[in-house]
T-cell receptor, first 112, second 116 residues
Framework: GENVEQHPSTLSVQEGDSAVIKCTYS??????FPWYKQELGKGPQLIID?????GEKKDQRIAVTLNKTAKHFSLHITETQPEDSAVYFC???????????FGSGTRLLVRP | NAGVTQTPKFQVLKTGQSMTLQCAQD?????MSWYRQDPGMGLRLIHY???????DQGEVPNGYNVSRSTTEDFPLRLLSAAPSQTSVYFC???????????????FGQGTRLTVV
């Protein structure tokens, strides 16, 4: 079935350290993989995305990598700051059914 | 440009009551969707629409109805509320369609629904 698995569910890092969140997807036809950040009481907001024809994408301290063979993609945050504390969701666009399916989320805590 | 607007922000219902969660977008997006968010379960797709007059079921459609009579609006109806429908509901829209490659989904601020 259509599924996106996300790990870990919680992640605590020291300010300045790196954080990595990993996701796997089931639909080999998926071609678009966005990452969303959700702050308390707000709706999710896109922070970075990657398409299936690209292996890596960077935007300042945030990077995403994609391994289509393994059906695996990851979010990397370097030099973490307290304001990075939030819930992060990965998602995969299921091209076979026109659905955007989300992972279960990772609660990131950056300790000052 | 307001983006995606959801109303109400908070709602308490009694079991068996019905209500409609409103969602409107002003970005002329074809694709709209409804998700529910529960602790530890992420965002689960309820229903989606690729354009006016077209709707389809997501991962957890039971207990919910939708319609899409205009491009701007995509209401979600609970016909007979149950405690299991206590959740935070998010509406989203994007440029995606059958013809266009998926693009950024914009989310509303959410509706916190409690069914007692």
């Amino acid at each position: 079935g259509e599924n996106v698995e996300q790990h870990p569910s919680t992640l605590s890092v020291q300010e300045g350290d790196s954080a990595v969140i990993k996701c796997t997807y089931s639909d080999s036809a998926s071609n678009y993989f966005p990452w969303y950040k959700q702050e308390l009481g707000k709706g999710p907001q896109l922070i970075i995305d990657i398409r299936s024809n690209v292996g890596e994408k960077k935007d300042q301290r945030i990077a995403v990598t994609l391994n289509k063979t393994a059906k695996h993609f990851s979010l990397h945050i370097t030099e973490t700051q307290p304001e990075d504390s939030a819930v992060y969701f990965c998602a995969a666009w299921m091209d076979s059914s026109y659905k955007l399916i989300f992972g279960s989320g990772t609660r990131l805590l950056v300790r000052p | 440009n307001a983006g995606v607007t959801q109303t109400p922000k908070f709602q308490v219902l009694k079991t068996g009551q019905s209500m409609t969660l409103q969602c409107a977008q002003d970005m002329n997006h074809e694709y709209m969707s409804w998700y529910r968010q529960d602790p530890g379960m992420g965002l689960r797709l309820i229903h989606y629409s690729v354009g006016a007059g077209i709707t389809d079921q997501g991962e957890v459609p039971n207990g919910y109805n939708v319609s899409r009579s205009t491009t701007e609006d995509f209401p979600l109806r609970l016909l007979s509320a149950a405690p299991s429908q206590t959740s935070v509901y998010f509406c989203a829209s994007s440029y995606s369609s059958y013809e266009a490659m998926n693009t950024e989904a914009f989310f509303g601020q959410g509706t916190r629904l409690t069914v007692v």
